[in-house]
């Protein structure tokens, strides 16, 4: 499971950490509420925790496995957008995916706070 | 080095670079990425500082040709199909060289060997009968030393089992294709760009 969420390259750092995270992110928004390309791209780059250019290829990924599907809805401003909306399959994947990453955090901690403890 | 794009040079270069992939998939991918300059022209960002947010095109279409080659792979079975998309996937991980392209290559020759094998019993065994029944013709240059019920009882069986043999290793193809996809989708879930080696 751990190595899920972690990559190690070659200067020791996690590298894959944030792809994991983006997706549950991307999931969990859409859980909340259907939305645009744009206004997700947006949204994940107040936290500059995630990388926001590769939330399309994201989207995309998620709409061929299922998880999410897309329609066109008009607009006051701009173009017709095209709609995200999260699928049955895809809550589901969402509520594994948090599961998993609360108990990934939850082990890590433990594991990380055990020394200072000692102390 | 990072040139600052507007719309229509973003536009292009990720045009240019999802070539090979269908018309249809092309289209669709180009009118998203139009629509989001669009959103944003229209919220009043400029086009540089929209592209620079989108991040690069020759990335973001690597993984989007990855990802429609794998769809394809998926919809319609073929080699060439699977071989284009685990080679799409090369491009996306500085490691997919090893992860992707040696197991590929193994499968493929394990499976040729396990192919060659059972065409090759099937061919003793017409071999033996083709020599069975001409052998009042070929009697002065071939000696067959067994009896004759022996011998075709041999020769079919020998045909009969490397028939078998070939319908299973079809089997076989048909279960690796299916596991083999799974894992490059596995793959280019968890296997970043290159970019995000530097970014930490």
Redesign the interface.
């Known amino acids: 499971m751990i190595?899920?969420y972690c990559?190690i390259?070659d200067r020791g750092?996690?590298?894959?950490f944030?792809?994991?995270f983006l997706?549950l992110y991307v999931l969990g928004y859409l859980y909340r509420q259907d939305s645009?390309?744009?206004d997700l791209?947006n949204e994940v780059?107040k936290s500059s925790l995630v990388?926001?250019?590769?939330i399309?290829?994201l989207l995309?990924?998620l709409k061929?496995?299922g998880y999410v599907t897309t329609y066109l809805k008009e607009?006051p401003?701009?173009?017709?957008?095209?709609y995200y909306k999260i699928t049955g399959p895809g809550k589901k994947e969402k509520e594994n995916l948090q599961e998993q990453w609360f108990l990934f955090t939850k082990e890590f901690n433990k594991l990380l706070l055990n020394g200072e403890d000692n102390e | 080095m990072v040139r600052i794009m507007n719309k229509n040079s973003f536009l292009k270069k990720l045009s240019e670079e999802l070539r090979g992939i269908p018309e249809e998939e092309r289209k669709d991918i180009l009118a998203e990425y139009t629509e989001h300059f669009e959103v944003g022209m229209a919220k009043g960002r400029s086009e540089k500082e929209i592209s620079i947010s989108i991040g690069n095109p020759m990335i973001i279409a690597k993984e989007l040709k990855a990802l429609t080659l794998v769809k394809i792979a998926e919809r319609e079975s073929s080699v060439i199909n699977i071989s284009r998309a685990a080679f799409s996937t090369l491009g996306l991980g500085v490691f997919n060289l090893i992860f992707v392209l040696v197991p590929l290559l193994i499968i493929f020759i394990i499976l040729i060997s396990l192919f060659a094998a059972a065409i090759g019993i099937t061919a003793l065994g017409i071999a033996v009968l083709i020599a069975i029944l001409f052998e009042p013709l070929l009697s002065d240059y071939l000696v067959i030393g067994m009896k004759i019920t022996p011998a075709i009882f041999l020769s079919i069986s020998s045909i009969a089992l490397g028939i078998l043999f070939f319908i299973g290793n079809i089997q076989l193809v048909r279960s690796l294709y299916k596991q083999f996809l799974r894992y490059l989708k596995f793959n280019m879930r968890v296997i970043g760009d290159r970019r995000q080696k530097d970014e930490i």
Not at chain 1, 13 to 16: G, L, N, P, V
């Open positions: 190595y899920y990559q390259n750092y996690i590298i894959q944030k792809k994991a997706r645009y390309g744009y791209v780059s990388p926001e250019g590769n399309y290829p995309r990924q061929n496995e607009s401003e701009g173009p017709p957008r095209r």
